[in-house]
């Protein structure tokens, strides 16, 4: 089955960047999203389309993705962004969505 | 705006089966696929299946086969999930999320606010 791997937990200082991976065999083939989702919350969707922000969430997050690797960055980090992060992927061969091991993000 | 409203926390016996509902608003229900997700005592998130609102067709993850339905009211806008045989294992909080698509892009926007089904005995 595909399976997609993200670090466990990233610490990051506010304001400072943080960096979130997301590992699969040929991900940079596929298209990717990321969610945010707070203690006691549902997942939020920020960013869509590998690099795609939705309405309302800030510019300081962004997405690339290639190879085997798609990342989520989020700049000038700040205290309210302490979340678990998940990435998310179609694998057309299984016809399965895929979501990463999730990332939580603290912010010290 | 946009919004799912789900069915609030459930409890039951190994073996029973559980239904949960998914009131669609702030759009044409039956325009936007929905997926249900699940996620254990704040484990990751695992997807369980997709419905066609508009023909009703559904999909399921072969984990889930045989013990997983998925059913709709487009009259009220509302989308269910029964889990039959549950078993301890199943204790966990289920979402439904609206499916949006773009060519071969897809992604799940936005989530209901989640039900906890909890399988005690």
């Known amino acids: 089955s595909y399976e997609l791997t993200q670090p466990p937990s990233v610490s990051v200082s506010p304001g400072q960047t943080a960096t979130i991976t997301c590992s699969g065999n040929k991900l940079g083939d596929k298209y990717v999203c990321w969610y945010q989702q707070k203690p006691g919350q549902s997942p939020v969707l920020v960013i869509f389309?590998?690099?795609k922000r939705p309405s309302g969430i800030p510019e300081r997050f962004s997405g690339s993705n290639s190879g085997n690797t798609a990342t989520l960055t989020i700049s000038g980090t700040q205290t309210l962004d302490e979340a678990d992060y998940y990435c998310?992927?179609?694998?057309?061969?299984?016809?399965?969505?895929?979501f990463g091991t999730g990332t939580k993000v603290t912010v010290l | 705006q946009v919004q799912l409203v789900q069915s609030g926390a459930e409890v039951k016996k190994p073996g029973a089966s559980v239904k949960v509902s998914c009131r669609a608003s702030?759009?044409?229900?039956?325009?936007?696929?929905i997926n249900w997700v699940r996620q254990t005592n704040g484990q990751g998130l695992e997807w369980v299946g997709w419905?066609?609102?508009?023909?009703?067709?559904?999909g399921y993850v072969q984990k889930f086969q045989g013990r997983v339905t998925f059913t709709r009211n487009t009259s009220i806008s509302t989308a269910y999930m029964e889990l039959s045989s549950l078993q301890y294992e199943d204790t966990a909080v289920y979402y439904c999320a609206r499916h949006n698509n773009w060519g071969f892009s897809n992604w799940f926007d936005p989530w209901g606010q989640g039900t906890l089904v909890t399988v005690s005995s």
């Open positions: 998310q992927a179609w694998d057309s061969i299984t016809a399965l969505y895929v």
């Open positions: 419905m066609n609102p508009d023909s009703g067709k559904t």
């Open positions: 702030g759009y044409t229900f039956t325009s936007h696929y």
């Open positions: 389309e590998n690099n």
